[in-house]
């Protein structure tokens, strides 16, 4: 299992996990916004680590914090090789020259600029697949 710390008043972040949400449909991944702080504190993640994008940490059986994390383009990459048959893509998409800085360069473009290119929701956006007080729970909220 894997959390996916991501900006819930952002409406382009929103919408990408509302996708992945569908894909998914919680069996790899549950999510934390980076407005939940207390939930953030648990998994040693500060405020300083998301404005650097988003992030995925992936989770021991008791739903914590294992060593791996990834940022950034990285974390979305890392995405797409955990989706079913997305590791020929991002495979595909690392052979091809350049295309590795030139995608690192534009997720660092749109993560500063997310609000004025997209948008700022009035609310938070909390997933039916929450990861909240530690532990990662895969059931829907109502």
């Not at 914590?64 to 994390?69: D, M």
Request: a negative charge.
């Amino acid at each position: 299992m894997h959390a996916v710390i991501y900006d819930g008043n952002c409406n382009l972040c929103v919408t990408l996990v509302q996708l992945l949400e569908k894909l998914d449909q919680g069996e790899r991944f549950s999510y934390v916004p980076m407005q939940d702080e207390q939930t953030l504190k648990q998994f040693e993640v500060t405020a300083t680590d998301c404005e650097q994008g988003m992030l995925l940490i992936e989770l021991n059986a008791e739903g914590t914090s294992q060593q791996h994390r990834w940022q950034g383009s990285d974390a979305a990459e890392e995405i797409g090789r955990l989706l079913p048959m997305g590791a020929m893509f991002v495979q595909a998409y690392r052979a091809i020259p350049g295309a590795k800085p030139t995608g690192d360069k534009a997720y660092e473009f749109i993560r500063d600029n997310r609000y004025g290119l997209f948008g700022k929701r009035p609310q938070t956006y909390e997933s039916g697949y929450a990861c909240a007080d530690g532990s990662c729970t895969t059931a829907l909220k109502k």
